[in-house]
């Protein structure tokens, strides 16, 4: 059964930081790509970041592109996103999500989310 638990939000001041983990359990994480979303109060859920099996290839919404990066560490089978320079419009659900955007947007596994507010 796969199983996927996002940690690390929280409230964070506008420019700061924060690194989100998942751990990932029930499938091959080295061999899944990872998918980052994000949804906010009253919004759609979005795109954030996508990682390939070993970290090779990364890309990341245009909202969050050069603040944002993706990483995973597969002898972990933990997912990462370390986020920088937050801003008010960061604020969300963050969500792990295995497979690419496409099919985690449509359905596919993920967690259960972690909280993110960027706020003074």
């Known amino acids: 059964q796969v199983q996927l638990v996002e940690s690390g939000g929280g409230q964070v001041l506008p420019g700061g930081s924060v690194t989100l983990s998942c751990v990932a359990s029930g499938f091959d994480f080295p061999y899944s790509v990872m998918t980052w979303l994000r949804q906010a109060s009253g919004k759609d859920l979005e795109w954030v970041s996508f990682?390939?099996?070993?970290?090779?290839?990364?890309s990341y919404a245009e909202s969050v592109k050069g603040r944002f990066t993706i990483s995973r560490d597969n002898a972990k089978n933990t997912l990462y996103l370390q986020m920088t320079n937050l801003k008010p419009e960061d604020t969300g659900m963050y969500y792990c999500?295995?497979?690419?955007?496409?099919?985690?947007?449509?359905?596919?596994?993920r967690g259960q989310g972690t909280q993110v507010t960027v706020s003074s």
């Open positions: 990682i390939d099996y070993d970290g090779s290839f990364r």
């Open positions: 999500g295995k497979g690419p955007s496409w099919a985690v947007l449509g359905g596919g596994p």
